[in-house]
Structure formats: structure tokens, C-alpha cells
């Protein structure tokens, strides 16, 4: 009982922590809610070094992953008919929110498959790469679309994140 309810505490400062960099990441670049891709980012800047180390497996780090997502909304631009070229300037950051946490519909999708694993982590508490695992199902998203971007299928990001994982759950 003792051991479930340390988990569990330990999952609650982890999410919370999660989330507050997810939400910073977001609102340093203009947008008022994390979508899926600031979720990845915030878990690869985690403590617990899971995330990074799957994405170092990979050859990638967060400078790689961050040009990945800029392609995105380029090609979506362009898409559209619109350079990205003609949008000078950056968005203005955003202050710190009030009330309620919220996400965009990518981080709230994100944020539940990261809940629904809490079975298949049999007791062990959450880590980054939990995060990897989780946007390794998605199809759709910004972060999905990004780690396509970088050649990265959603089964070398399993691997990668699981053996972090291991490797983490070994050395604490």
C-alpha cells in the first residue's frame, strides 16, 4: 500500500512538472495551450534523462526534433499557399495562464494514453519516455508528423523509449 501510494505521488509531481514546462514551452511560442510536440519537448528537458537518452538512441535531441515541428507548419503554410518567408517576426510570448490547466486537444489526447498506461507500468512510476510512448501512437499530430519528418517510425520510437526505460529502472 505504502509502495502504491509513493508511485503515486511521484506520478502527480511528474505530471504536474510536465505539464507546467509543456504549458512554458507553448506559451513562450504565442500559443495559450501545449499541443502533443510541447509535451515531447518538456519530457525530453525531464530530470530522469529517459527521454532524451531514447532520443539520443535515435540520433535526435530537442534542436533536431524543434526544426522537425518548424517544417510542419511550414509545409502547412505552403500548403496554403503562403510562404513562410513572409511572416517575419515571432509570436509574443504569452504570460502565465489563470485558472484551469489546459491543453490543446494533441496534449489532452497525449495526456490520457500517458494515464491509460498506468497498467502496463505494473507499479513503476511514470518517466519522459512515457511520453515518447505515448506520441508513438499518434498519427495525426504535430509531433507525430515531426518524428516522420526525422525518418523516426513509431516502432524505433518504442524501442528506443522502452529501453530507456529499462535502463533507467536499472541504475534506480
Not at 4 to 18: E, G, S, V, Y
Not at 28 to 43: N, R, T, W
Not at 103 to 114: E, Y
Request: proline share 3%; glycine share 6%.
Amino acid at each position: 500500500m505504502l509502495t502504491l501510494l509513493r508511485t503515486w505521488l511521484q506520478d502527480t509531481k511528474f505530471i504536474a512538472a510536465l505539464c507546467r514546462a509543456a504549458e512554458t514551452l507553448a506559451r513562450h511560442e504565442g500559443i495559450a495551450a501545449p499541443g502533443s510536440e510541447h509535451f515531447v519537448l518538456a519530457a525530453l528537458a525531464l530530470p530522469d534523462g529517459s527521454a532524451a537518452r531514447a532520443f539520443d538512441a535515435l540520433g535526435l535531441d530537442a534542436k533536431r526534433f524543434r526544426a522537425a515541428i518548424g517544417a510542419q507548419f511550414a509545409d502547412a503554410l505552403a500548403g496554403a499557399g503562403v510562404s513562410s518567408a513572409s511572416l517575419t517576426g515571432q509570436a509574443p510570448s504569452l504570460r502565465e495562464a489563470d485558472g484551469l490547466y489546459n491543453a490543446a486537444p494533441s496534449g489532452q489526447t497525449l495526456m490520457q494514453r500517458v494515464a491509460d498506461n498506468r497498467h502496463a507500468r505494473q507499479g513503476r512510476p511514470l518517466l519522459a519516455a512515457d511520453v515518447l510512448l505515448a506520441v508513438a501512437a499518434e498519427e495525426y499530430s504535430i509531433a507525430a508528423r515531426a518524428l516522420r519528418h526525422l525518418q523516426v517510425t513509431p516502432e524505433a520510437l518504442i524501442d528506443a523509449a522502452r529501453a530507456a526505460m529499462q535502463e533507467r529502472m536499472a541504475t534506480h
